[in-house]
């Protein structure tokens, strides 16, 4: 394949506005935090924990990507199923609280989805959540994509254009007939399994089974032991030396990506995509597919054998695969740098990246140096010291969704080895922020500087521990559903696991 020279370097900044920041990882937080002090005021969910799942424990999200949440139900150690009509009635009473506190807005009750949820905006910074009971599926598949996405880096980031790009042409919205970002996510990772050589290994190599079907009994022991079978695997993947290494560069990914699905239409006939096997497999021959009645199979691998693009209709899937046709041939022709984040990208990343090469050229002309301000998002550093074990008997980890702040926050009795929210002295802040959230406390001592500046007396700050000192940042659980997160030093009882910890002012 004939690279195309301006596409690998235009992704990367395509990848350097979408990838969170800092402050998109702590406003997620916060909205985590502003749940938990609604759930407090509902009887019946006292006791509940809160638990992100989805893209932002996978590592799979944009800067402007939404927030799934399960509300897990205190039931002890083992794993009980809780009912549709009991998730219906839990869901209404949190929807009434949630309208009562006047924080969120766009309140969506979808009672008859497969799997009732509440769609909701948080009012302070506006983002999308959706809502559900005792997600432990959800849970379970994004921790299966985090740990995919650690085999190879290309992943992630063919996942996170994927999606854009899919938002761009408005085939990412499942309540539309198009798909959801799950089952994109599941099509870059066939591709990556399917390319030569074979950069992903069939999923039924990293668990051989429905893993789904494996959450029962004592929790703990149900989730320890797929950590612990799907850690060999992927170790045992990793580590082979018979194993071709496939050194396509992302462009190259990409364009291959979009040309092997876009006669998906016509494919979707006969075949299904199963990430299991690998392969595609011929629908008429699989028992367990029959009757069909989709317009395209993509098999769960995780929840066998749901079909994670049951919401993709037949006329959608002709307009699918012709924005899949039609990507492919600009990408492996069009040399110009503004076409391919016009195909590639919404609007409003489109123009923001524009709009900075024109700042940039203009400072790298006048200074002879690119400028430093340039609207560009980071990726979460993966620092080791903060990753966390879903159990410390196996090498696999879970995703650290509890980045550090800029600085150590104060009143935290926390110890900065075991803080994942400290930052270690003399590390570098982040950059690509133009202007970063500040919480009300930073915003107070900017004030202060000011009016020493100006020869004021300052004004007095709030008190020490106050939640104004404290900011809007949520503060981590302890041990919960057997997921370690720091936590104040001493035993935690077991009528204490499942509550929030809060360090002391």
Same mark, same amino acid.
Request: glycine share 6%.
């Given at each position: 394949?004939?690279?195309?020279?301006?596409?690998?370097?235009?992704?990367?900044?395509?990848?350097?506005?979408?990838?969170?920041?800092?402050?998109?990882?702590?406003?997620?937080?916060?909205?985590?935090?502003?749940?938990?002090?609604?759930?407090q005021?509902?009887?019946? +969910?006292? &006791?509940?924990?809160?638990?992100? !799942?989805g893209?932002?424990? $996978?590592?799979?999200?944009? =800067?402007?990507? /939404? %927030?799934d949440?399960?509300?897990?139900?205190?039931?002890?150690?083992?794993?009980?199923?809780?009912?549709?009509?009991?998730?219906?009635?839990?869901?209404?009473?949190?929807?009434?609280?949630?309208?009562a506190?006047?924080?969120?807005y766009?309140?969506?009750?979808?009672i008859?989805?497969?799997?009732?949820?509440?769609?909701?905006?948080?009012?302070?910074?506006?983002?999308?959540?959706?809502?559900?009971?005792?997600? +432990?599926? &959800?849970?379970?598949?994004?921790? !299966?994509?985090?740990?995919? $996405?650690?085999?190879?880096? =290309?992943?992630? /980031? %063919?996942?996170?254009?994927?999606?854009e790009?899919?938002?761009?042409?408005?085939?990412?919205?499942?309540?539309n007939?198009?798909?959801?970002?799950?089952?994109?996510?599941?099509?870059?990772?066939?591709?990556?399994q399917?390319?030569?050589?074979?950069?992903?290994?069939?999923?039924?190599?990293?668990?051989?089974?429905?893993?789904?079907?494996?959450?029962?009994?004592?929790?703990?022991?149900?989730?320890?032991?797929?950590?612990?079978?799907?850690?060999?695997?992927i170790?045992?993947?990793?580590?082979?030396?018979?194993?071709?290494?496939?050194?396509?560069?992302?462009?190259?990914?990409?364009?291959?990506?979009?040309?092997?699905?876009?006669?998906?239409?016509?494919?979707?006939?006969e075949?299904?995509?199963?990430?299991f096997?690998?392969?595609?497999?011929?629908?008429?021959?699989?028992?367990?597919w029959?009757?069909?009645t989709?317009?395209?199979?993509?098999?769960?691998?995780?929840?066998?054998?749901e079909?994670?693009?049951?919401s993709?209709?037949?006329?959608?899937?002709?307009?699918?695969?012709?924005?899949?046709?039609?990507t492919?041939?600009?990408?492996?022709?069009?040399?110009?740098?503004?076409?391919?984040?016009?195909?590639?990208?919404?609007?409003?990343?489109?123009?923001?990246?524009?709009?900075?090469?024109?700042?940039?050229?203009h400072?790298?002309?006048?200074?002879g140096?690119?400028h430093?301000?340039?609207?560009?998002?980071q990726?979460?550093?993966?620092?080791?010291?903060?990753?966390?074990?879903?159990s410390?008997?196996?090498?696999?980890q879970?995703?650290?969704?509890?980045?550090?702040?800029?600085?150590?926050?104060?009143?935290?009795?926390?110890?900065?080895?075991?803080?994942?929210?400290?930052?270690?002295?003399?590390?570098?802040?982040?950059?690509?922020?133009?202007?970063?959230?500040?919480?009300?406390?930073?915003?107070?001592?900017?004030?202060?500087?000011?009016?020493?500046k100006?020869?004021k007396?300052?004004m007095t700050?709030?008190?020490?521990?106050?939640?104004?000192?404290q900011?809007?940042i949520?503060?981590?659980?302890?041990?919960?559903?057997?997921?370690?997160?720091?936590?104040?030093?001493?035993?935690?009882?077991?009528?204490?696991?499942?509550?929030?910890?809060?360090?002391?002012?």
């Amino acid at each position: 394949m004939n690279r195309n020279p301006v596409l690998d370097p235009t992704l990367q900044e395509i990848l350097q506005v979408v990838k969170p920041t800092r402050a998109d990882w702590d406003t997620r937080i916060s909205v985590l935090d502003q749940l938990r002090n609604v759930l407090q005021s509902v009887e019946s +969910l006292r &006791g509940a924990t809160v638990q992100p !799942f989805g893209s932002f424990v $996978s590592n799979l999200f944009t =800067r402007w990507g /939404d %927030l799934d949440i399960s509300v897990d139900l205190f039931s002890g150690s083992s794993i009980l199923f809780t009912g549709k009509k009991q998730k219906q009635t839990l869901l209404a009473q949190l929807l009434r609280a949630m309208r009562a506190s006047g924080l969120w807005y766009r309140l969506q009750f979808v009672i008859h989805a497969r799997v009732p949820i509440l769609k909701v905006v948080s009012g302070h910074q506006r983002i999308s959540c959706d809502i559900s009971i005792d997600n +432990l599926e &959800g849970l379970l598949k994004s921790r !299966f994509l985090f740990w995919i $996405s650690e085999i190879d880096g =290309r992943f992630r /980031d %063919l996942v996170l254009l994927v999606k854009e790009w899919a938002k761009a042409h408005d085939i990412n919205n499942p309540k539309n007939g198009t798909f959801n970002s799950y089952s994109l996510s599941l099509l870059v990772i066939f591709h990556l399994q399917t390319c030569v050589p074979a950069i992903l290994p069939p999923l039924g190599e990293i668990y051989p089974r429905s893993a789904v079907d494996d959450l029962k009994g004592v929790r703990k022991t149900a989730e320890e032991s797929i950590a612990q079978l799907s850690a060999a695997n992927i170790a045992r993947f990793k580590s082979g030396s018979s194993r071709s290494v496939n050194r396509s560069s992302l462009s190259e990914l990409l364009v291959s990506f979009f040309a092997k699905f876009s006669d998906i239409n016509l494919k979707a006939t006969e075949l299904g995509v199963c990430p299991f096997t690998g392969r595609w497999e011929n629908i008429s021959n699989n028992t367990r597919w029959l009757p069909k009645t989709y317009s395209l199979f993509v098999e769960d691998p995780f929840e066998q054998p749901e079909n994670a693009a049951r919401s993709v209709s037949r006329k959608n899937l002709d307009r699918i695969a012709q924005v899949f046709e039609m990507t492919s041939r600009r990408l492996a022709t069009d040399s110009n740098r503004n076409s391919i984040i016009g195909v590639l990208t919404a609007p409003h990343i489109s123009q923001s990246l524009v709009r900075t090469t024109n700042v940039q050229n203009h400072h790298h002309h006048a200074n002879g140096a690119r400028h430093p301000h340039s609207l560009q998002g980071q990726a979460r550093p993966w620092n080791h010291q903060m990753q966390q074990n879903w159990s410390p008997s196996n090498n696999i980890q879970n995703p650290p969704y509890w980045p550090g702040p800029a600085r150590p926050r104060p009143q935290q009795n926390w110890s900065s080895q075991n803080n994942p929210r400290n930052m270690q002295q003399g590390q570098a802040p982040f950059q690509g922020q133009t202007r970063p959230v500040m919480t009300q406390t930073q915003t107070q001592q900017q004030q202060q500087k000011s009016q020493y500046k100006n020869g004021k007396q300052p004004m007095t700050s709030a008190p020490s521990g106050s939640s104004q000192s404290q900011g809007q940042i949520g503060k981590p659980p302890g041990q919960v559903n057997g997921v370690s997160f720091a936590r104040p030093a001493g035993p935690i009882s077991q009528s204490q696991r499942g509550q929030v910890w809060r360090p002391r002012g």
